[in-house]
């Protein structure tokens, strides 16, 4: 039905969510952004039997609270969510001591698994569902957001 009506790539999605199967039973998690036509939504997710489970979730409309009242569906809005929801999933993980993502926010290159630590980095693979991926989308800037925020996104 998803697939009928044009919601859902399930050739993409099968290709995500599949992994080798000496890995029984581990998690392979997925960085989901959707914009909407009011905000912008980023989330980490892991597939399931049962469906998909959340892990995080961040939403540009909780920038509100943060000091950014309005324009919640621009490239900085993006780039704010997919910060926040980095910092939420490793928080969950009990990882966020450890990756401190990136200290100063100057739009410079930055990838979490240069530095040197004894463990590795959290991992997801981008989700972008149907959108094409063209240069200078807003889904850029939520990735680039999760990366300065401290995932490692291939």
Known sequence: RRRREGKSDYYARRNMV?????KFN????????????????????YAT???????AAAAS?????????????????AYATGL???????KKFDLDEKFKGKEELDGEEYHVEDEEN????FKCILDVGLRRTCVG??????????????LHIP
């Open 18 to 22: 599949r992994h080798d199967k000496n």
């Open 26 to 45: 581990n998690r392979k998690y997925r960085y989901v952004v959707r914009f909407t036509n009011k905000r912008c939504i980023c989330q980490c997710v």
């Open 49 to 55: 039997l049962r469906g998909d489970i959340v892990v």
């Open 61 to 77: 409309n909780e920038l509100s609270a943060f000091g950014i009242p309005v324009g919640h569906k621009n490239y900085a809005a």
């Open 84 to 90: 926040l929801c980095a910092r939420r999933v490793l």
């Open 118 to 121: 004894e463990q590795r980095p």
């Open 137 to 150: 989308h807003r889904m850029w800037g939520a990735l680039k957001g999760a990366v300065d925020g401290g």
